[in-house]
């Protein structure tokens, strides 16, 4: 998820300052400008965003209000969007839209009779402007409920072209060879992996990149849909290809117990900060804009990237993500919420975050000159290019329950696995048992 997708954090008051009005909980945020046809409506939005994510999406709401006279009003739910959400729609204080960063979750909202399904004038937007993979994913039993505002490219693995080169190592093409080139660059004297174990979803999609590489696509969708159990030995093996690396103390900066002490904003800190401490950090796309805009490293100079390389055999994954925005049928005001969806289908909402960096477009119509470096605009490129081939997050396509909640199932487990990377036979039959619960609810 970017689910859950955080950057490292801003204060709300800082931001509030720098929009000259409330924007993380307060009042409604205005702009001038437009013909104000929903002038004195405010409509509320919750997504997982905080930092500069969140600081980054709220231009994309000013310029909403700006053309349309709406105020808007962001909240942040944090990693758990259920839970968060559920009870405020129990509370009788439902947002109006909310940025899903999960399939499973869209799922799980319309099946409960949360959703409004999207209009004709966005649905048309999504048809001449998307892959249909991204409309799939968006819709629940030939209904779309959901628009995929903001994607991930999550097979890439960043570097710090520095730490490469005084190590005199090259971008790897295979697992394998990545450990190799690890291991050199540990010995030039930084560990060579962050890893952000603190969030259990960075462990997620270490594994979905391994797996999906090493065992197939078919299995892959397989697994994810829990027609394959988690106990399959292709799961076990793909657990086992990840502890080499887990186990490895060379490997981990600051060991396991340094990782699972390490959130995400902290291992791209590790690498890309002040004080440096490892070479490479795998994480999405979304990793140049915590680069660029924390420690101000110019992305394709100070912060390259590599695929994510094939593993025993495999194809070079190529996996993906993305938060989709919905529509509650309890929220407030839900029109002006209709609203918003059918301007963040359109290419000139796209635009804006496009500008400000950290984010990806599964928008085709969106220009790619929009993107303000070329590392970014070649990733983009890649997966727009990729259109139906590209495989979405496993996790996300999970039960909440399972692939989506902090301190539960998936990410629990993996950070067990992380702590204890000894018997991955044990963690595949503890993931089938978590698995087998949430896919029942």
């Not at 997708?5 to 205005?30: I, N, Y």
């Not at 962001?74 to 204080?93: L, P, Q, R």
């Not at 391994?210 to 697994?223: F, N, R, W």
């Amino acid at each position: 998820m970017m689910r859950r997708r955080t950057t490292l954090l801003t204060g709300c008051t800082a931001l509030a300052l720098a929009l000259g009005a409330t924007a993380c909980g307060g009042g409604p945020v205005s702009a001038g400008g437009g013909d104000k046809a929903l002038s004195g409506q405010t409509v509320t939005v919750a997504g997982v965003w905080s930092g500069s994510e969140q600081k980054n999406f709220q231009k994309v709401l000013d310029a909403f209000t700006a053309k349309t006279g709406a105020g808007t009003r962001f909240v942040s739910t944090g990693d758990n969007v259920s839970t968060v959400v559920g009870s405020k729609i129990e509370g009788g204080n439902a947002p109006d839209v909310v940025m899903v960063p999960q399939v499973g979750v869209l799922q799980q909202f319309a099946k409960k009779g949360w959703l409004k399904p999207l209009s004709a004038a966005t649905a048309k937007s999504v048809d001449a402007g998307y892959a249909p993979v991204w409309k799939k994913y968006g819709s629940v039993d030939g209904t779309l409920y959901g628009l995929y505002f903001k994607a991930a490219h999550k097979s890439t693995v960043w570097y710090s072209p520095e730490a490469l080169a005084q190590a005199g190592v090259k971008p790897p093409k295979t697992y394998d060879e990545m450990l190799k080139a690890g291991h050199t660059v540990s010995d030039s004297g930084l560990a060579a992996f962050a890893v952000g174990g603190q969030d259990g979803w960075t462990l997620t999609d270490w594994f979905e990149n391994v797996y999906l590489s090493q065992a197939g696509p078919e299995k892959y969708d397989a697994l994810a849909a829990h027609k394959l159990k988690w106990t399959d030995a292709s799961v076990v093996q793909a657990l086992g290809t990840l502890g080499k690396l887990f186990r490895d103390e060379q490997l981990v900066a600051g060991g396991r117990k340094g990782a699972l002490n390490t959130d995400f904003p902290g291992s791209v800190e590790k690498v890309f900060g002040p004080k440096p401490q490892a070479g490479l950090v795998y994480e999405g796309d979304f990793v140049a804009g915590v680069a660029h805009d924390q420690f101000q490293r110019t992305i394709g100079k100070d912060a390259d990237f590599f695929p994510f390389p094939a593993v025993g055999g495999g194809t070079a994954p190529v996996v993906s993500g993305g938060d989709a925005a919905v529509v509650l049928k309890d929220g407030k005001n839900t029109e002006a919420g209709m609203k918003l969806m059918e301007y963040l289908a359109t290419p000139e909402a796209a635009a804006v975050w496009a500008k400000a960096g950290g984010f990806l477009s599964p928008n085709r119509k969106l220009d790619l000159a929009s993107y303000g470096d070329d590392v970014t605009r070649a990733t983009a490129k890649s997966l727009v290019g990729a259109g139906d081939s590209v495989r979405f997050d496993m996790s996300d396509q999970a039960p909440a329950a399972f692939g989506g909640t902090k301190g539960a199932g998936e990410w629990k487990l993996l950070q067990d696995f992380l702590r204890d990377p000894s018997d991955p036979k044990g963690t595949a039959a503890k993931l089938e048992a978590a698995a087998a619960k949430a896919y029942q609810d």
